[in-house]
């Protein structure tokens, strides 16, 4: 069994910051791909960040500049650095990962989400 278990949102002040964390637990051998999506009321699920195992990084362009995403292998934890927070990142964030697992398979798993607002 596998589980991926977000922290970190919260409420924040427009200019502010926060850290997500996706901390991935049970029977994994290794990650190979760790995302963030996010989803607002009203809105289709959205691409944020990911990270490759070997460190590559891809951002949407309306987070470049402002959000890093990283991951500790050793942990198997991925993180997300929000930076110079606006309303419109408002939203629901959700982990994922893409897997091996001990037992040999692949397996592609999401976390619960936790919640980002924004506001004054």
């Known amino acids: 069994q596998v589980q991926l278990v977000e922290s970190g949102g919260g409420l924040v002040q427009p200019g502010g910051s926060l850290r997500l964390s996706c901390a991935a637990s049970?029977?994994?051998?290794?990650?190979?791909?760790m995302g963030w999506y996010r989803q607002a009321p009203g809105n289709q699920r959205e691409f944020v960040a990911s990270i490759a195992s070997i460190g590559g990084t891809n951002y949407a362009d309306s987070v470049k500049g402002r959000f890093t995403i990283s991951r500790d292998n050793a942990k198997n934890t991925g993180y997300l650095q929000m930076n110079n927070l606006k309303p419109e990142d408002t939203a629901v964030y959700y982990c994922?990962?893409?897997?091996?697992?001990?037992?040999?398979?692949?397996?592609?798993?999401w976390g619960q989400g936790t919640q980002v607002t924004v506001s004054s």
């Open positions: 049970g029977s994994i051998a290794s990650i190979n791909y």
């Open positions: 994922t990962a893409a897997l091996w697992r001990l037992s040999g398979s692949r397996g592609d798993y």
